[in-house]
Each structure stands twice: as C-alpha cells, then as structure tokens.
C-alpha cells in the first residue's frame, strides 16, 4: 500500500509541464526590467531592494545577460 502512494505521488510530480528544481527569484520580464534600470544607471542595491531579493541576485541576472562583467569590476586594469 505504502509503495502506491509513493508511485502515485511520484507520478503527479513527474508531468512534463511541471518545473524541476529552484524557482526563478525573478520572472522575465522583471529580470528585464532590472537589466533595463541598471543599464540606465541605478544602483543595484536599489534594484534588489525593488524586488525583494539579494544583491548577488541581480549580479547573476547582469552577468547571464553579458551585461555586466564582475571580474572587471573588481580588479580593474590600470
């Protein structure tokens, strides 16, 4: 009986509609929208602050876009 219930749990969740792992912490269009403020010069703090996430949060979102590049800005060449 136990066995069955495992299978059928194991079977709802299992639907290829369904998302697997970590949900997104920003949407696409929100994702977007934050690439779009930082590119207009606001700060990324006050980005995650918008959102309600961290600031490393939006620096994974710049640097999957090519946006920003986080090893040059931490050691910038002189």
């Known amino acids: 009986m136990l066995r069955w ?5 194991a079977s709802r969740t299992t639907k290829p509609s369904t998302l697997r792992g970590r949900q ?3 949407s696409c269009s929100e994702a977007a ?3 779009r403020r930082y590119e207009d010069g606001e700060k990324v ?3 995650a602050d918008r959102y309600g996430v961290a600031r490393s949060t939006v620096y994974q979102y710049l640097k999957a876009r090519s946006i920003v590049n986080l090893h040059a800005k931490l050691h910038p060449v002189v």
């Open 5 to 9: 219930h495992i299978h059928q749990r």
């Open 24 to 26: 997104p912490s920003l």
């Open 33 to 35: 929208d934050a690439c």
């Open 45 to 47: 703090i006050d980005i």
